[in-house]
């Protein structure tokens, strides 16, 4: 038998084969846990981020009192009392200020600490006076660094904090956009002292990175699986509790960040941002306090991180900051003198793009560029309206006038039918001017600086191939304090990386100049508005704040015009202060979420105020320059009534005179008063009318403005069976039925009914009006399909006064138990147009009420007056974008034409229009119930207008009536000097194509005035101004009042007259220099 032979393996020397698995998801969540904030933080890596912590030594506390603004000064001279973490303070939009105390231990020596502070709300820290950081506990902005590297001289540490008692979107009741909750509490959850493990961090940003890029990367993507083992291998190389296990961690993701992009990738222009509305949820007075929050934080990553840009709008923002935190303000100052605070957009504030009339859009840019010039010493080259309900056709032209040819928006991504088919394009306004439009294709502008976003934003982008270029806003909006340490170290890692779009941190002019110089010859263009298939319930919500907005910016005008006069005939001195301070008051009003109605109710409380202090001030502004203008050495028995024409045309009209009685002031009655103090037509209230002419941009008196023959022309009113009245002059002849509504509208010298055979107009309509979500915002299109006539009579239409000036009937209709309409309808003698004084009595909960005008017209479009010019809409639903454009806004009227024939709808104070075939609908008034809840709720006035025409709309004159309508005749007794000659035109237009609109004294010369005309009609044509005012020089200017070299525009002046040709609906601005 063999012996068997026992061998001895010796071990083998190389490491056993390492396993390797290979499963996705795994993976993937493996390093999502990895860096959890939620879970394993007792073994992963975030759970290392602040290794050592202890409570702050001492926290105390003083409650400000309420609604009164309380300074740092104030405040610390206060009593404050001992409190503790857990405590609860309130109540809703109260102020608390805290004073913590921190005694660091000294074993901490050398580490990076900070203060974390979690009040569940936002606040400001200060230290030795100064606003330092905003804090936000919606986004977990808990820290406040103390010190990055802890000294042993060093280690005590005092702050104030200031709370407000808000979350970043106000204090909703349950749900964001619910009115607020009044009553609300916010707790103090910590204020604890902590070690900062900026290893711990680094990592734990490279983590997340090559997480998303794996997670986000499209399937089957080469560099995806790398990501993805890359960060495998990492965790599988990290020992959390031993810090030097992170270098072997950083050497294998460096291999993977090291790998640089090709010469053809996608390049993404960061630039951090805050949108802060300028009020919304929360009052003005508090956004000031937000900016301060935002702002303080942005200027310390300044001062951290050197390539670290900043994109800031508003002037009215800069102003508050600049009063109330002068040091942040002069931070502030600093980096935008080294170009990284960038102020853009160059308004006064991000106003609606609808709604503003021309010149107050002019005055947003004027006051706003004037700002930036002056504190800065540079005006902003970008239009920057990120989040706005829709923006003007003549926009564009507005821009370049103020010299803007570059525009920057992102809310046309909410349409919610249609996308919109470019991110970069030329946007051409109604008159062909073009801008360089842009559009992040990120779809928001408050980016986190993550992978996903960063991908999504270069694959959505539409105008690949064309450009290679976009724009990419980063920053927490409203409060939550802008762009944040992690969003910068985010984007710093990824500025070039294979497989993802470059980043660069940028300028908007950068950006900008990049598209101009490469790609602008390929890129496409979209004329005329840019519709926002939402919110479209904005042009009506908060009837008032658009009345009061359209009274103020007339008003405001008719003071300019007025002191101008008074200036040029060296009466008085031009009110330039109070004039810019109300005008001012005016912008801020327009502010995106005030005008459109989507504020809470304390916002409109604001509001109004400024609105009345703008009445009341414009008003006495308005009586002083009349009145100064007269007031000459006189005798003092000479008192006339004083009529002032605010609008660039003649015009006739009935005036109506109510208070003094000229009559019964014999001693105030000029010689040649020999008839005049006879009123016409004395009204059913007492009113002495009076039928005069009185010439454009001018005034006249009663004696030389009376037309006393008006026989040919009287107006009167007839019973007719049925309980029809027929009402007539000379101009147009129409049929009321009981209702109040009209069956029949004739124009004088034609048989055509303009009026639909199977429907009367002016029908009340009440629509349900619920929206999916954004209550003060939508009207939805299936509204349309819940049409109810108001028809429940209070009392049969009755004609009230007859002749000879002036005829009036009245209706009232009941809408519900709790709202009315009590309406007097007029035809004033020689009127081309039916007015319908309104009132209502509104107490309705999402209801929508219009009023509707079947006519007869045959057309497929309706036009609409806008910003110095009008549009054309379809009316019909043939695409999918005529369809979503079921309402719209207008200003002054509306008008569906025929040839031959047309019926415009004028009005005082409404922006929110329909037309569907040939029907007009002008909506009056919404009951929406968030975030204001009691929004439209109480008593409204209003008046409209109907006018039937011959020919068409612009030979009609209906652009002069819309203008009429809104700027009745001025009347004012005054000291009447016999030198004046009355009646007397300061300016006098020889085509009624060419509107002056605006009359002002120059911002900076006090011998000079500004003219702003354009033309209306839509075609080119040759005008002569005649003025006289005596000047010396007339040159042409910009919205900003620069004089500019235009060799295309060829201008003559020849004694008193301003000779030129206009293209169509071109806005021209003159600057004369009186003598
Ligand atoms: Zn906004």
Request: charged share 25%; hydrophobic share 35%; net charge negative.
């Amino acid at each position: 038998m063999a012996a068997s032979r026992l061998t001895v393996e010796t071990p083998r020397k190389v490491p056993m084969e390492q396993v390797v698995m290979k499963h996705r998801r795994t993976t993937l969540e493996r390093a999502e846990k990895f860096i959890s904030n939620l879970y394993f933080t007792d073994v992963n890596l975030y759970g290392r981020l602040y290794p050592k912590q202890c409570e702050a030594s001492m926290i105390t506390h003083w409650a400000a009192p309420l609604n009164v603004y309380t300074s740092y000064e104030e405040a610390v001279k206060q009593k404050f009392a001992p409190v503790e973490v857990g405590q609860s303070f309130g109540p809703t939009w109260g102020t608390h200020w805290f004073h913590v105390t921190v005694n660091v231990p000294l074993e901490w020596i050398g580490e990076e600490v900070r203060l974390r502070w979690n009040s569940s709300s936002e606040a400001l820290v200060w230290v030795n006076g100064q606003p330092r950081q905003g804090l936000c506990s919606e986004y977990e902005r808990f820290d406040f660094p103390l010190t990055d590297n802890l000294q042993k001289e060093k280690c005590s540490f005092s702050v104030y904090i200031e709370m407000a008692c808000n979350g970043m979107f106000g204090a909703g009741d349950n749900g964001m956009i619910a009115p607020p909750k009044l009553d609300k509490t916010f707790t103090l959850n910590f204020c604890q002292v902590a070690v900062f493990n900026r290893k711990a961090y680094n990592l734990l940003r490279e983590v997340e990175l090559l997480h998303d890029i794996a997670k986000h990367m499209p399937e089957g993507s080469e560099r995806g699986y790398q990501a993805l083992y890359t960060v495998n291998d990492m965790i599988n190389n990290c020992d959390v509790n031993d810090t030097s296990s992170y270098e072997r961690c950083h050497q294998i993701s460096a291999k993977f960040f090291k790998q640089r992009n090709g010469d053809s990738q996608h390049t993404t222009y960061a630039m951090g941002h805050a949108h802060i509305d300028t009020a919304w949820l929360w009052p003005y007075s508090e956004t000031i306090r937000k900016c301060a929050r935002s702002w303080s934080c942005t200027i310390r990553l300044m001062e951290k991180y050197p390539n670290f840009t900043f994109t800031c709008s508003q002037a009215q923002q800069y102003e508050w900051i600049k009063e109330r935190y002068p040091s942040l303000y002069e931070d502030i100052k600093k980096f935008v003198k080294e170009g990284r605070f960038i102020p853009v957009g160059g308004t006064w504030v991000e106003m609606d793009g609808l709604i503003p009339s021309g010149e107050a859009f002019i005055r947003q840019f004027l006051y706003g560029q004037k700002f930036f010039e002056k504190e800065f010493g540079m005006t902003c080259k970008e239009f920057w309206l990120p989040d706005t309900f829709g923006y003007s056709g003549q926009l564009p032209q507005i821009m370049r006038h103020c010299g803007i040819t570059r525009f920057l928006t992102q809310k046309m991504s909410w349409n919610l039918v249609n996308k919109f088919p470019h991110h970069t394009f030329y946007w051409e306004g109604i008159d062909n001017s073009k801008v360089l439009a842009h559009f992040p294709s990120g779809d928001t502008y408050e980016m986190k600086g993550n992978v996903q976003e960063v991908l999504r934003t270069a694959k959505n982008f539409q105008d690949k191939g064309r450009s290679d270029k976009t724009a990419f806003l980063f920053g927490f909006g409203d409060g939550g304090n802008g762009p944040s340490e992690d969003m910068i170290e985010r984007l710093d890692r990824i500025k070039d990386v294979d497989g993802l779009p470059r980043v660069k941190m940028s300028t908007p002019d950068e950006f900008f100049t990049a598209i101009e110089n490469e790609d602008s010859s390929k890129l496409c263009r979209w004329a005329g508005e840019l519709y926002l298939e939402m919110h479209n319930g904005t042009y009506t919500t908060h009837a008032k704040v658009k009345k009061m907005n359209r009274k103020c910016e007339l008003l405001l005008q008719h003071v300019e015009f007025l002191s101008c006069v008074a200036m040029a005939t060296k009466s008085s001195v031009y009110p330039s202060v109070e004039l810019n301070r109300l005008w001012k008051l005016l912008l801020l009003n327009q502010f995106h979420d005030v005008l459109p109605g989507s504020s809470i109710g304390m916002v409109y409380e604001d509001a109004h105020k400024y609105y009345n202090s703008i009445m009341e001030s414009g008003s006495n502004l308005l009586a002083q320059a009349s009145t100064n203008i007269f007031l000459k050495p006189c005798d003092e028995s000479d008192k006339s009534l004083v009529i002032w024409n605010t609008v660039s045309w003649d015009r006739s009209e009935v005036i109506s005179v109510q208070g003094q009685d000229e009559s019964e002031s014999p001693n105030k009655r000029r010689k040649t008063d020999t008839n005049v103090n006879v009123p016409q037509q004395i009204d059913k209230k007492g009113n002495k009318l009076y039928y005069v002419k009185v010439p454009s941009y001018g005034m006249s008196d009663l004696v030389n403005s009376c037309i006393r023959d008006i026989n040919p022309w009287s107006v009167n009113a007839e019973n007719m069976d049925d309980g029809v009245i027929m009402i007539k002059n000379d101009q147009i002849e129409a049929c009321i039925d009981k209702y109040g509504r009209i069956t029949k509208l004739l124009v004088n010298g034609s048989n055509k009914n303009m009026i639909s055979s199977d429907y009367p107009a002016n029908q009340f309509i009440l629509y349900d009006d619920i929206p999916l979500y954004w209550d003060a915002w939508d009207v939805m299109d299936y509204h349309l399909e819940t049409r109810k006539p108001v028809m429940k009579l209070l009392k049969p239409a009755e004609i009230e006064d007859n002749g000879p000036l002036r005829v009036t009937v009245m209706v009232s209709l009941e809408i519900s138990k709790e709202s009315q309409i009590e309406q007097t309808i007029i035809l004033d003698v020689a009127s081309p147009y039916i007015k319908f004084d309104t009132k209502v009595k509104w107490f309705e909960n999402r209801k929508f009420l219009k009023v509707e005008f079947p006519t007869s017209m045959h057309t497929r479009e309706a036009t609409y007056d806008i910003q110095f010019g009008h549009i054309r809409r379809p009316n019909h639903q043939n695409t999918s974008w005529d369809t979503a454009r079921y309402e719209v806004c207008g200003h002054k009227w509306t008008d569906i034409s025929e040839y031959g024939f047309g019926v415009a709808v004028l009005n005082d104070s409404k922006y929110g229009h329909s037309a569907v075939d040939n029907i007009l609908r002008l909506s009056l008034l919404r009951s929406s119930k968030a975030p204001d809840r009691n929004a439209d709720m109480g008593e409204h006035e209003f008046t409209y207008g109907l006018m039937p025409h011959t020919g068409t709309f612009q030979e009609a004159g209906v652009i002069k009536q819309g203008y009429c309508l809104n700027s009745p005749l001025n009347t004012q007794y005054e000291h009447y000097d016999s030198n004046i000659v009355a009646p007397s035109s300061y300016f006098t237009l020889d085509s009624s194509q060419v509107v002056l609109d605006t009359v002002k004294k120059s911002e900076d010369n006090d011998d000079t005035i500004i003219l702003r005309l354009y033309e209306s009609f839509g075609g080119s044509c040759c005008c002569t101004i005649s003025t006289v005012l005596s000047f010396s020089s007339v040159q042409i200017c910009n919205g900003l009042e620069q004089t500019t070299e235009d060799d295309t525009f060829d201008i003559k002046t020849t004694g008193d007259k301003i000779t030129f040709n206009i293209k169509p609906f071109q806005i021209l601005t003159l600057k004369i220099k009186l003598n």
